[in-house]
């Protein structure tokens, strides 16, 4: 795992620890964080009480809650890439064209992150959001993102992160994964075919830079019912592969 092997500091550690747990029980008094973390409720407390002095936690009563002050920082974070502001339209022109749900993801710390999504008038409703990590080996958008990584990188993930099944058809060998990436290199698109969601299916393509860098992936992810045949074969393959197309260009020469 990355990081392992530097020295971290307990204080700060302690604090993330406070924060994923407040986001996991959706809200927390002290004293149910602390047993939950298995920490002293005093210390529990002195985090909290930091965190809401910064404006990253607020309080309603004894409940302790995610304050906005993360909501600007991720927002900040995600205006710094250059893709996202160049690929909103995209993905959206692509979700209105197709009535779909569009996507866009970018890779860090070998997670895929749902950087902008935009919904069609038939799309369907999941369980992700913007900011959301996935892992990259059971979805189309982080497989066109593998694909594209030096094989060293692939393998550094895989190392980290593993290959866990999320239904029966996730890819779980590591040879098979990588003959799947081979053939997303061959073909330009990468397809999901109910890998994480059942019923879900997704394509997705690249989207690469002037030194053929992979930036992220975008993607249309529909219903089984809808996206069959011709129009997962060929008519959404050939709308994605244009956005990417589009964004590659406005990405290098805007």
Known sequence: MEGTSTPSLRTTENTIRVVRA?????????????????????????????????????????SYEIGLGFFEMGEYARKRRKIYEVARPEVADLAAETGELANLMVEEHGR?????RSRGEK????????????????????????????????????????LPAATPNTITDRDRLHEKLAEIRERGVAYCGQERVEGLQCVAAPVLGRDNEVLGAISVAAPTTRLTGERFAEEIPELVLQAANVVEINVTYS
């Open 112 to 116: 895929g992150v749902y950087l902008y």
């Open 22 to 62: 407040l986001k996991e029980l959706d809200g927390a008094g002290v004293t149910e964080l602390a047993t939950h973390l298995s920490m002293s409720k005093s210390t529990v407390h002195d985090h909290l009480a930091t965190l809401r002095r910064h404006d990253y936690v607020t309080k309603d009563g004894d």
């Open 123 to 162: 799309a369907v409703t999941l369980d992700t959001h913007t900011g959301k990590r996935r892992y990259l080996h059971n979805t189309a958008l982080g497989k066109a993102i593998l694909a594209h990584l030096p094989d060293s990188r692939v393998d550094e993930i895989l190392n980290r992160h593993g």
